[in-house]
């Protein structure tokens, strides 16, 4: 099993439409959660954090933390074209970041 | 405020050789990790440094090292490179804390012929 997984995709939604991004983690101990954005050949950019089970949002941004099912998501409302990038979760273990294999996101205008 | 700077930003070695790659983070931050990124195996964590102290190792062969200066500017060299070691080889660096965010650098795309 891997430490940290996340769905390929790619996942496509229409313009305006919400898009759901899934990240399950193995190691319970983990303390910070962390979803970045990768257009491709450039590097990830940190899009948000979380570390309290619940909701946090951040302008067209909602990250979602449940430790008891471990399990870690990004919504994005009102989807844009220029959404359409890579987006890894990211699980920080003591001062480590372990990484998924991302997924894919294509916005269609 | 200045981002996390890496050079050189590509660079084409030959097997056998060895290589250094330079890594300036956002002022302030004492903490620089590595990242290695490839298609096939995604990002993987290298190492972390500091206050010049290598504080986090992942799992890669000894061939892979840093170093942290005192203002906390960072080295990774791989020495006798294989042509598996081409990837983007990405510096993040981080205020210590709770959460522990990390920005990334551009990176460094390495080629190994």
């Known amino acids: 099993q891997k430490e940290v997984e996340q769905n390929s995709g790619p996942l496509s939604v229409p313009e305006g439409a919400i898009a759901s991004l899934n990240c399950t983690y193995s190691?319970?101990?983990?303390?910070?959660f962390f979803w970045y954005r990768q257009y491709s050949g450039k590097s990830p950019e940190l899009i948000m954090f979380?570390?309290?089970?619940g909701d946090k949002e951040d302008g067209r941004f909602t990250a979602q933390l449940n430790k008891a099912s471990q399990y870690v998501s990004l919504l994005i409302r009102d989807s844009q074209p220029s959404d359409s990038a890579t987006y890894l979760c990211?699980?920080?273990?003591?001062?480590?970041?372990?990484f998924g294999q991302g997924t894919e996101l294509s916005v269609k205008p | 405020k200045a981002g996390v700077t890496q050079t050189p930003r590509y660079l084409i070695k030959t097997r056998g050789q060895q290589v250094t790659l330079s890594c300036s983070p956002i002022?302030?931050?004492?903490?620089v990790s590595w990242y290695q990124q490839t298609p096939g195996q995604g990002l993987q964590f290298l190492f972390e440094?500091?206050?010049?102290?290598?504080?986090n190792k992942g799992n890669f062969p000894g061939r892979f090292s840093g170093r942290q200066f005192s203002n906390s500017r960072s080295e990774m060299n791989v020495s006798t490179l294989e042509l598996g070691d081409s990837a983007l080889y990405l510096c993040?660096?981080?205020?210590?804390?709770?959460?522990?965010?990390?920005?990334f650098g551009p990176g460094t795309r390495l080629t190994v012929t």
């Open positions: 990211a699980v920080n273990q003591g001062g480590k970041l372990i």
């Open positions: 002022s302030g931050h004492r903490s």
């Open positions: 440094y500091f206050s010049e102290t290598q504080r």
């Open positions: 979380i570390y309290s089970n």
């Open positions: 993040a660096s981080s205020l210590e804390g709770v959460v522990w965010e990390q920005y």
């Open positions: 190691d319970r101990g983990s303390q910070s």
